[in-house]
């Protein structure tokens, strides 16, 4: 009955390579998001995507491509990976302009 | 540009005394505050939150406090037990705008 779920847990990488984050959420909610939470520690938000819409981009580098197949599930596809990628990244969702979000697991991405 | 701002990386409590975690931030516009506990490598649950219009909002052992006129936050948790101990991450949001900054999290461990 997991809520917020991610696939990999766990993500060792070369650099140069093209890697895919799952997610996907059971609680109905019609918002998603990706954070990154770097190496120091903090978690800022990437992309928001609200009724497989992008609402959120911040200033991420195009070689992060958020895709929304439909409202339950929000991937992360990043190409061209780079040592800096190296992070954990949490999926979260939430009811539209309900400010609680519930996050995943986190995925760590490890870039060598 | 660190809009909220957790400036005690760690604390350590005694179980059953109180811990206090603390918060500022510097966007006036900023309604709605948050906050959320997180345990080695799982993702952040939601604890307690409360909106601009109020002062305090409690929820079993914790306790929110907001000063609006000092821009500061703080969560209160009495008594502590052991299975408080987690990073407790303090998040602001403006108008619903489904984005959530995040402080950089206070490491609080509670002693047996």
């Known amino acids: 009955d997991t809520a917020v779920s991610q696939t990999p847990k766990y993500l060792v990488t070369q650099m140069g390579n093209d890697k895919s984050i799952k997610c996907e959420?059971?609680?109905?909610?019609?918002?998603?998001y990706w954070y990154k939470q770097d190496s120091k520690k903090f978690l800022k938000i990437m992309f928001s995507y609200n009724n497989k819409e992008l609402i959120i981009n911040e200033t991420v580098p195009n070689?992060?491509?958020?895709?929304?197949?439909d409202k339950a599930h929000l991937n992360l596809h990043i190409?061209?990976?780079?040592?800096?990628?190296?992070?954990?990244?949490?999926c979260a969702s939430s009811q539209a302009r309900v400010t609680v979000q519930f996050f995943g697991p986190g995925t760590r991405l490890t870039v060598l | 540009d660190q809009q909220v701002k957790q400036n005690s990386p760690s604390l350590s409590v005694q179980e059953g005394r109180i811990s206090i975690l603390n918060c500022d931030y510097t966007?006036?516009?900023?309604?709605?505050?948050?906050?959320?506990?997180?345990?080695?490598?799982?993702?952040?649950?939601?604890?307690?939150?409360i909106s601009s219009i109020k002062d305090k909002n409690e929820d079993g052992r914790f306790t929110v406090f907001l000063n609006k006129s000092a821009k500061h936050l703080s969560l209160h948790i009495v008594p502590s037990q052991p299975g408080d101990s987690a990073v407790y991450f303090c998040a602001a949001n403006r108008g619903s705008n489904y984005k959530l900054t995040f402080g950089k999290g206070t490491l609080l461990t509670v002693n047996p």
């Open chain 1, 25 to 32: 959420q059971n609680l109905g909610h019609d918002t998603m």
């Open chain 1, 63 to 69: 070689r992060f491509s958020p895709k929304s197949p």
């Open chain 1, 79 to 90: 190409n061209s990976l780079e040592l800096g990628d190296s992070a954990v990244y949490f």
């Open chain 2, 27 to 49: 966007n006036s516009m900023f309604d709605y505050f948050l906050w959320y506990k997180k345990y080695p490598a799982e993702g952040p649950t939601f604890l307690i939150s």
